[in-house]
């Protein structure tokens, strides 16, 4: 069993005792876990897995990584 160290959640209100900067999180294993100091609340977090990296203007290729031909412009003398 391996336990990370607890870090508190800043600006995190309990869902139980309303109380804010009270809640910690923490992981064993390869699940994670949110407590409260204030009151008896233990929660497991299920995180969704994402399945694919959701494409963004970073993320697609555009062609960016190609070699391109520049051409230098020189501008006119007045």
Partial sequence: ???Q???FIAGAICPRCAQLDKL???RID???FRE???CDFLEEQQFASI??????RVTR???VNEEQAVRL???PKN
């Fill in 5 to 7: 160290q607890k870090r």
């Fill in 30 to 32: 390869d699940k994670n």
């Fill in 61 to 63: 290729d555009t062609g």
């Fill in 51 to 56: 399945q694919h990296e959701p494409t963004t």
């Fill in 73 to 75: 412009i020189t501008p």
């Fill in 36 to 38: 409260c100091v204030n």
């Fill in 1 to 3: 069993m391996t336990k």
């Fill in 24 to 26: 910690f999180v923490y």
